[in-house]
C-alpha cells in the first residue's frame, strides 16, 4: 500500500484550452511520418521457384477458403487464380467444391460457366448451364444466359427448346420473355410461330393488377410486330380486342400504344377520337378512386367542353353534336351529385364552382335559359344557407335574369338573399346592381337596410355619403357623415374623419373643415391629428366658386386659396401644449420633428432655431425636454447640452 500523501491540487479551474483524447490520438497519428508500403515485385526465375509460388499462393487460398467457408467470393477467386494458371481440372475441382458448399448461388454457376466460355469449352458451358436451370429452375439469369448461347451458336432447335423449357416453369417476370422467344421466331422468319408464341402469351396471365401489366406489355408487343409486318388491320384488330378484355382503368399504356399507332396510320377523326377515348378512361379511373375531388371533375368536363366547342367549330354532324354534349352534360349531373360530407364553408368552395359552370355551359354554350334557371334554383337548394351561403351564386343568378330583361325577377332574388342570409357581399351587388340600373332612391333605401345591418362598417358609411355627394345633396351628404361619427364603434372612424373632412376640402369650405380637425382633436388629441390640422392650415385650398358649373370646374383652372403660416404653427404650439400637459413624451417628440420640417419649409429660420431648442434629449433610455420640472432633469439637461457644445467645438477645431 502506497503511504505516499495525496498531492493537493492548487487550482481547480477548468484549463482555458481544453485537450481531448481523440485530439492526442489524431495528433499522434498526424506526427508519424507517412509511408506507403508496396510489395516488392516478385520474378520468378525458373520452374522450382514458379512451382514454390504456386504452392504458397494455394496455401494461402486454401486457408482462406477453409476459414471462410460460406464466402463464395473466396471460392470464385481461388478458381479464378487456377485458371490463369492454365490449370482447369484444378479450377473445375475449386468450382465443383464450392457447389458443393453452395449450390444455389447463381452468380458462382455464372462465373464457372464465363471460365469455360474463356477457356473455349463451349459444350462445358451448356452442360453447366443445363445442370444449372436445373437444380434452379427459378433463376432467370442463368436461363437467359443458357438460350443467349444457344442462340450465339445459331442452334436454333436447341434455343426453342430451352424457351420452351423456361415457359413451363411460368416464370415471374414472364412478359419480357415471351416476347424475346417471339421477336427470336420472328429474325428466323417464323411469323405463324411468333404469333403462336404471343397468342399463348396472353391467354398465360391472370386478371390481377400484375397480370393485366404483363398483358399489356404482350398485346402491345403482338401488334407492334404486326404493324412492323405492315399488318395494319391486324393491329388494330389487336388493339381493340385488348382493350375490350383489360379493365379501363388498367390499361392506360394499351391506350397510349394504341393513340401513337392511329395517329400514324389512321384519319384525323379516328385520332381524334382514339385520343378522345384515351382521356376518358384516363379520367374515369381517377375519378373512381376520387370522387370528391372537385379540381378533377372541373378538369375533366373543361377538356369534354373543349372536344364539344372544336367538333362545333369543324362542322361537325348535329348527331355527334348531341352526343357529346349530353356526355357534358352527364358528367356534370355526376359531379354535382358529389355533395362534400360536411357543412364547414371550406369544403363547398370548388364544389360551387361546378354550379356556376353548369349554368353557363347551358345558358351560353346551349342556349337553353330554361335549363340554365332551374340549375340555379336547385344550386340555391343545395347549399346549406343557415350556416353559409355564397354571395356570388345570388348575384350570378340575379344578373342571368337581368340578361333576360326580368328586372322583378333579379330584385326578388336579391331581396330573398337578404332576408334569407344577410352579408356584405349581397349588400354590395344589389347596391352595384341598381346603380348601373340608375334606380338612386332604391340605392338609398339598400345603404340604410346596409347600415342597419352593420353600422360598424366604415366603408359603407363613406360610399352612402360619396354618393349622396355624387348626387350633389351635399345636406344629406353632412347628415351621413355626422352620424357615423356619432356611432359608438366604428370599425375605422380614421377613414370616416378622413373622408369628411376631404369633403370639406373639396367644397372649398376652410372654416366647415377646421371646425371638423376641432372636433377630431378634442375627441382624440393623437399626434398625428394634431400634425394633419397644422398642415391643413398651411397648404392652399381650392376655392368652390358657386355659379360655376359643373362642365367648366372641370375645364378651367380652379382658383387656389392660400394657407395661413401663423394659424398653422398655433396649432403646433397648442398640440405641444397639449401633449406637454398629458405626459406624452414620445408624442411630442414626434410632432417637434414635424414641426421643424414645417418651419424649414414654412417658417424662418428664428422658428426653426426655436424648435431646436424644444427637442428633447435621451438620458438613460428616456427623453428630457428642456421644459420639463424637476432639477435633476434640468442639471442633466444642462450638462448633455454643455457636452454637446463641446463636442461641436472640438470638431470645428479639428477641421
Keep these: 500500500m502506497d503511504d505516499r500523501p495525496t498531492p493537493r491540487i492548487k487550482n481547480r479551474a477548468a484549463a482555458n484550452i481544453q485537450i481531448t483524447a481523440e485530439q492526442l490520438l489524431r495528433e499522434a497519428h498526424d506526427s508519424q511520418p507517412q509511408t ?16 514454390e509460388y504456386r504452392a504458397r499462393q494455394r496455401r494461402d487460398f486454401e486457408q482462406r477458403v477453409i476459414r471462410n467457408k460460406v464466402h463464395i467470393k473466396e471460392w470464385m477467386n481461388y478458381a479464378n487464380w487456377e485458371a490463369s494458371q492454365n490449370e482447369l481440372p484444378r479450377a473445375r475441382s475449386i468450382f465443383e467444391r464450392a457447389l458443393g458448399v453452395n449450390s444455389n448461388s447463381v452468380p458462382l454457376w455464372l462465373a464457372y460457366v464465363d471460365m469455360e466460355l474463356k477457356a473455349r469449352n463451349v459444350n462445358h458451358a451448356l452442360n453447366l448451364l443445363s445442370r444449372g436451370v436445373t437444380l434452379l429452375p427459378r433463376a432467370s439469369q442463368l436461363w437467359y444466359k443458357h438460350v443467349y448461347l444457344s442462340e450465339l451458336l445459331q442452334d436454333v432447335p436447341s434455343t ?12 415471374e417476370d414472364g412478359a419480357w420473355i415471351w416476347v424475346k422467344w417471339a421477336k427470336f421466331e420472328e429474325e428466323r422468319g417464323r411469323v405463324d410461330r411468333a404469333r403462336e408464341v404471343l397468342q399463348a402469351a396472353s391467354e398465360r396471365f391472370g386478371e390481377d393488377e400484375e397480370g ?51 395517329k400514324q396510320y389512321s384519319t384525323q377523326q379516328t385520332i381524334d377520337n382514339t385520343a378522345a377515348v384515351r382521356r376518358r378512361v384516363q379520367y374515369e379511373a381517377d375519378l373512381s378512386k376520387a370522387s370528391h375531388d372537385y379540381d378533377l371533375w372541373l378538369e375533366c ?4 367542353e373543349d372536344s364539344w366547342r372544336q367538333l362545333k367549330s369543324e362542322g361537325a354532324t348535329q348527331e355527334a353534336l348531341d352526343a357529346t354534349a349530353s356526355y357534358v352534360v352527364g358528367l356534370y349531373e355526376r359531379a354535382v351529385a358529389q355533395v362534400p360530407f360536411t357543412i364547414e364553408k371550406v369544403h363547398w368552395r370548388r364544389y360551387i364552382f361546378l354550379w356556376f359552370n353548369y349554368a353557363l355551359f347551358e345558358e351560353i354554350e346551349k342556349k337553353d335559359n330554361a335549363k340554365a334557371r332551374k340549375i340555379y334554383q336547385t344550386a340555391i337548394q343545395v347549399i346549406p344557407h343557415k350556416h353559409f ?74 360610399q352612402y355619403a360619396t354618393l349622396e355627394a355624387q348626387l350633389g345633396d351635399f345636406a344629406r351628404t353632412r347628415a351621413i357623415f ?38 377630431l382633436v378634442a375627441l382624440k388629441g393623437h399626434v398625428q391629428a394634431w400634425i394633419s390640422y397644422a398642415m391643413f392650415e398651411v397648404e392652399p385650398m381650392p376655392v368652390q366658386h358657386e355659379d360655376w358649373e359643373e362642365e367648366e370646374q372641370e375645364t378651367k383652372e380652379r382658383e387656389m386659396m392660400p394657407g ?19 405626459g406624452f413624451k414620445d408624442e411630442r417628440a414626434v410632432l417637434l420633428e414635424a414641426w421643424n420640417t414645417f418651419e424649414e419649409k414654412y ?23 428642456p421644459d420639463d420640472d424637476g432639477d435633476t432633469n434640468q442639471a442633466s439637461l444642462k450638462f448633455l447640452q454643455a457636452a454637446r457644445a463641446w463636442k461641436q467645438a472640438q470638431q470645428v477645431t479639428g477641421e
Design 301 to 304: 368536363i373543361r377538356v369534354e
Design 564 to 582: 395661413d403660416s401663423g394659424l398653422a404653427r398655433a396649432v403646433f404650439e397648442r398640440a405641444y401644449q397639449d401633449l406637454r400637459r398629458r
Design 36 to 51: 506507403t508500403f508496396r510489395a516488392p515485385d516478385q520474378r520468378l526465375q525458373d520452374l522450382e521457384e514458379l512451382a
Design 389 to 462: 351561403t355564397f354571395a356570388k351564386l345570388w348575384l350570378m343568378f340575379a344578373k342571368f335574369e337581368l340578361r333576360q330583361l326580368d328586372v322583378n325577377a333579379a330584385r326578388k332574388i336579391m331581396g330573398t338573399a337578404i332576408g334569407m342570409c344577410p352579408k356584405g357581399a349581397l349588400f354590395k351587388g344589389y347596391i352595384d346592381l341598381e346603380i348601373k340600373l340608375r334606380e338612386f332612391d332604391r340605392v338609398r333605401k339598400l345603404y340604410e337596410k346596409y347600415i342597419e345591418f352593420d353600422p360598424t362598417n366604415s366603408l359603407t358609411w363613406i
Design 212 to 262: 393485366m401489366e404483363k398483358t399489356q406489355a404482350v398485346f402491345v408487343a403482338f401488334a407492334k410486330m404486326e404493324t412492323k409486318l405492315k399488318e395494319y388491320e391486324r393491329a388494330r384488330t389487336i388493339y381493340k380486342f385488348a382493350l375490350s378484355r383489360v379493365p379501363q382503368s388498367k390499361s392506360s399504356k394499351l391506350l397510349w400504344a394504341y393513340t401513337k399507332f392511329e
Design 603 to 625: 417658417g424662418n429660420p428664428e422658428g426653426v432655431v426655436k424648435v431646436d431648442g424644444m427637442k428633447p434629449v435621451t438620458v438613460d433610455r428616456s427623453l428630457i425636454f
Design 482 to 519: 355626422d352620424l357615423a361619427l356619432s356611432q359608438p364603434s366604428l370599425s375605422v372612424p380614421e377613414l370616416t374623419w378622413k373622408a369628411f373632412i376631404d369633403f370639406e376640402m373639396q367644397q372649398g369650405d376652410r372654416q366647415a373643415a377646421r371646425a371638423l380637425y376641432e372636433r
Design 160 to 171: 426453342r427448346r430451352v424457351f420452351e423449357r423456361w415457359m413451363q416453369w411460368e416464370p
